[in-house]
Each structure stands twice: as structure tokens, then as C-alpha cells.
């Protein structure tokens, strides 16, 4: 089975644009959930979805959002980007309790 | 809001050596989950634990429910070992997804 893929892997967006990142999980996968890591506050959950539905959102502003298709793959979406938005971000498909992510997508906002 | 706590933040180690990272956490949990990352960002989960112990070839994982608090045990270390190894709690909920710790960033040096 190809495992959970993200696209793209790596994007310099500027201050003020908005980006949206695209993750496929492994098939047969209906949960997707996403990830941000940067250097100072590590890992942080940012949302949860199950069967296109949002079934869980961390402590993230408005500016986040996300969905999630009928085929499972979900997209997230970055508005009015800011340098703080710099990190990686990660999907991670789940089978049971376990999780599987991504490469990552890396964003530099500049 | 569970608060994750891992120790030591870094490790160097001699190969062969038996290595320990822990992993504590502040508010009663369903599931912990013990994840492995590579340079270049790649995450692989190694273990979900919710009582007792799992092993899988040279690691083993623990957890002590009352006491809330985990260890990852490597034996006979390796260079291949080195790696970030986080650890990331799930609440009772679920509502938050997963909170995870800081991260334990091993050097295993030949």
C-alpha cells in the first residue's frame, strides 16, 4: 500500500497570501488529522477529520481551516499568512490507533 | 490541558548502551503514543500504549497509568537509533487530539 503523501513538500509563500496544502492518507484510511512543528513550540495539533466531517480542531486562529473530500483526502488552508505560520506541517492518516504520517509539507513565509 | 514532560531533552550514548527516555504527563489519559523522527522530518509511530508493556525487537515501551508516566527503552543501541523520539498523549475525550511532549533528541555514536 503507498503510504500517506503530501503536496507540495516544500513552499515560500509571502506575508499576507494564503496557502493550501493537500494530503492523500494510505487507502482506506477515513481519518485524517494534521500536524504543525516548529523549532520553538514543538508539535501542535491543529484539526481532525473523519468521513468529511471535522471531528476535533486544537487551539488554532480562524485562519486555519481545513476539509476533507469524499475520497478521504483533505486539505488545509493557511489564510492572511504570517511568519509565525513558518513550520512543518504534517498530516497523519489513522487504521485503529495507530497513526501514519506524511513527509510533511515544509512552509516558509518570507 | 495535559501538560507532556519528556526527559532527558538530549542523549548521547556509546552503541550497545541501553537507553531510557520518559515520558510524564499531568491529566489521566485514554492512549499514549510513542513516535520516532528522523532528520528531514519523516515521523513513524513505534508504539500506542494504554496499560502495561509492548515490545517490538530492541524497544520497549511502558506505562504506568496511576503513576502517569511512560519509558521507551532501547537495548543495544545503534548509530540508526538516533533519531527525535516524542511522546504524545490522548485524552480521556479525545477532544484535543494528541499533546505531545518536547521531543528527546538521541545521538547514538559508534
Known amino acids: 500500500k503507498a503510504g500517506v503523501t503530501q503536496t507540495p513538500r516544500y513552499l515560500i509563500k509571502t506575508r499576507g497570501q494564503q496557502v493550501t496544502l493537500s494530503c492523500s492518507p494510505i487507502s482506506g484510511h477515513r481519518s485524517v488529522s494534521w500536524y504543525q512543528q516548529t523549532p520553538g513550540q514543538g508539535l501542535q495539533f491543529l484539526f481532525e477529520?473523519?468521513?468529511?466531517?471535522?471531528?476535533n480542531k486544537g487551539n488554532f486562529p480562524g485562519r486555519f481551516s481545513g476539509r476533507q473530500f469524499s475520497n478521504s483526502r483533505s486539505e488545509m488552508n493557511v489564510s492572511t499568512l504570517e511568519l509565525g505560520d513558518s513550520a512543518l506541517y504534517l498530516c497523519?492518516?489513522?487504521?485503529?490507533?495507530?497513526?501514519?504520517f506524511g513527509p510533511g509539507t515544509r512552509l516558509t513565509v518570507l | 490541558k495535559n501538560e507532556v514532560e519528556q526527559s532527558p531533552q538530549n542523549l548521547t550514548a556509546q552503541e550497545g548502551e541501553f537507553i531510557t527516555i520518559n515520558c510524564s504527563y499531568s491529566?489521566?489519559?485514554?492512549?499514549l503514543h510513542w513516535l520516532q523522527q528522523h532528520p528531514g522530518g519523516g515521523i513513524v509511530s513505534l508504539f500506542m500504549?494504554?496499560?502495561g508493556k509492548k515490545k517490538h525487537g530492541r524497544l520497549i515501551a511502558t506505562i504506568n497509568i496511576q503513576e502517569k508516566h511512560s519509558s521507551l527503552h532501547i537495548t543495544a543501541s545503534h548509530p540508526r537509533d538516533s533519531a527525535v523520539y516524542i511522546c504524545a498523549v490522548e485524552d480521556g475525550g479525545g477532544a484535543d487530539g494528541l499533546t505531545f511532549g518536547k521531543g528527546t533528541h538521541l545521538i547514538i555514536q559508534p
Open positions: 491529566v489521566g489519559i485514554s492512549a
Open positions: 497523519a492518516s489513522m487504521a485503529g490507533n495507530e497513526q501514519f
Open positions: 500504549l494504554s496499560s
Open positions: 477529520y473523519f468521513s468529511e466531517t471535522q471531528r
